[in-house]
């Protein structure tokens, strides 16, 4: 349902004219996601493990976090791999990120802890957008079209190999866990809100002549 739009703000990036001066700013958007999803599996943990004695899906749940969690630390600290490819460049990559900080992510960010204090699980939805990462031709083609540093784009080409392994994983999850109807109800708002959201957000930076913040 959601994969030709989820590909919509690569697809215009890349066809854009000027996708060199476009590309640190979807970048800086992209280190907003980041930096909430480490909060949202952080908060989905502890709830999971807080829950857990009680509740199968919790405790199936729980330990795959306690996993993840370290598979995403790509820096000691979250979206501090982003940041250093924004500088690599030639940007300043604090600034730059403070400029386009989306009110929309912040609120999709809020949704999400509502939905993990109803139940945990909510959060495998806000992951689905693992299923979603930037092809590798697709990286490279932008490497070249852009004739930025490829050390500015780090943190797509690790995604784009990493990424069809996590959402091999998180799918296997899906499957294990003991899930209600609630509970998929819970995960399915969460993915469809996550992702729409996301792309909403991208095409704000791509999607307009002269750049302006989301």
């Known amino acids: 349902m959601v994969g030709p739009g989820a590909a919509l703000p690569a697809r215009l990036l890349l066809e854009h004219p000027r996708a060199a001066e476009l590309y640190p700013r979807y970048l800086a958007a992209g280190y907003h996601v980041t ?17 857990a004695a009680g509740d ?57 802890h509502q939905w993990i204090g109803r139940h945990p699980v909510a959060v495998l939805g806000f992951l689905e957008l693992e299923a979603f990462h930037t092809e590798l031709p697709v990286v490279e083609r932008l490497i ?20 069809a392994v996590h959402t091999e994983q998180l799918h296997r999850v899906l499957d294990s866990l003991p899930l209600e109807p609630a509970h998929e109800q819970l995960v399915g708002l969460s993915a469809l809100q996550t992702i729409g959201t996301v792309v909403d957000v991208l095409l704000d930076v791509v999607s307009v002549e002269d750049p302006v913040t989301a």
């Open 35 to 51: 930096c909430g999803m480490h909060e949202l599996m952080e908060a989905a943990r502890d709830r999971a493990w807080a829950l």
């Open 56 to 112: 199968p899906t919790a405790a199936g749940l729980a330990p795959y976090l306690d996993r993840h969690l370290v598979e995403e630390m790509h820096h000691e600290q979250p979206g501090g791999a982003i940041l250093e490819d924004i500088a690599a460049l030639g940007v300043d990559a604090n600034a730059l990120v403070d400029e386009v900080a989306s009110p929309k992510t912040a609120r999709l960010i809020a949704a999400e």
């Open 144 to 163: 070249e079209h852009t004739g930025l540093p490829r050390a500015g784009f780090g943190q797509l080409l690790v995604h784009a190999k990493l990424d």
